[in-house]
């Protein structure tokens, strides 16, 4: 069974550029997360759909993300226009059921990473 | 200041080895508590998964410890091997909302 699996694994791109990252959840994963991780920093949340509804954006720093769930199944964000401190991995997770539960397992993909020059 | 925070920073041991890694939260109200490693490059996996009631939990030569009270937890690896050379993360959830919080990470390296 493939897992999590998002592209670009790397990205570099000029200030002002547009960004758009892919996640492909695992199949019959409900929830999907996005997380980044700045250089030195720990990891944070970003924003978790159910299926294609936003369930919490709360993480989303700036109107320039943009994330979208079509169909429910693969997820974009786009960052537009990029700026420098946009720079980190951008983790994408699914689960089948609540992450919050102690069986609720998480599964991350391996990240993309963003350089903003 | 994060409300989870993990010691040491890094750490350098030998392979055969034993080492212990800590976590500390203020996460609050508490409801569970998860280690990942994370090797470079990859995403982080999932070692263990412990709730309020539970006090140990091992997954093969990983072990992991919490004690609620003190808001700590502590991640011990027996007979280190070189491919236990990875970011050990500590994440709490919150039970009142749908809130994990990472700790930074403890990098550890294991050294034949």
């Known amino acids: 069974e493939a897992g999590v699996t998002q592209f670009p694994s790397h990205s570099v791109i000029e200030k002002g550029q547009t960004v758009t990252l892919r996640c492909d959840p695992i199949s019959g994963h409900d929830n999907l997360y996005w997380y980044r991780r700045v250089m030195g920093k720990e990891i944070k949340f970003l924003l978790h759909?159910?299926?294609?509804?936003?369930?919490?954006e709360s993480g989303m720093p700036n109107n320039r993300f943009l994330a979208e769930r079509t169909g429910g199944t693969y997820s974009t964000l786009k960052v537009q226009p990029a700026e420098l401190e946009d720079s980190g991995v951008y983790f994408c997770?699914?689960?089948?059921?609540?992450?919050?539960?102690?069986?609720?397992?998480?599964?991350f993909g391996e990240g993309s990473r963003l350089t903003v020059l | 200041k994060n409300q989870v925070e993990q010691s040491p920073q890094s750490l350098i041991i030998l392979e055969g080895k034993n080492c212990t890694l800590q976590?500390?939260?203020?996460?609050?109200?508490?409801?569970?508590l998860r280690w990942y490693k994370q090797d470079t490059g990859r995403g982080p996996v999932s070692l263990t998964i412990?709730?309020?009631?539970?006090n140990t939990k091992s997954n093969g030569r990983y072990t992991a410890t919490l004690d609620a009270d003190t808001k700590q937890s502590s991640l011990h690896i027996t007979a280190s091997q070189l491919s236990d050379s990875a970011s050990y993360i500590c994440v709490v959830s919150a039970g009142n909302n749908n809130d994990m919080r990472f700790g930074a990470g403890t990098r550890l390296t294991v050294k034949p």
């Open positions: 976590c500390n939260y203020t996460v609050s109200p508490f409801s569970n």
């Open positions: 412990m709730t309020f009631s539970e």
């Open positions: 997770a699914s689960s089948q059921g609540n992450r919050l539960a102690a069986e609720g397992e998480l599964f």
């Open positions: 759909f159910v299926k294609e509804s936003k369930q919490d």
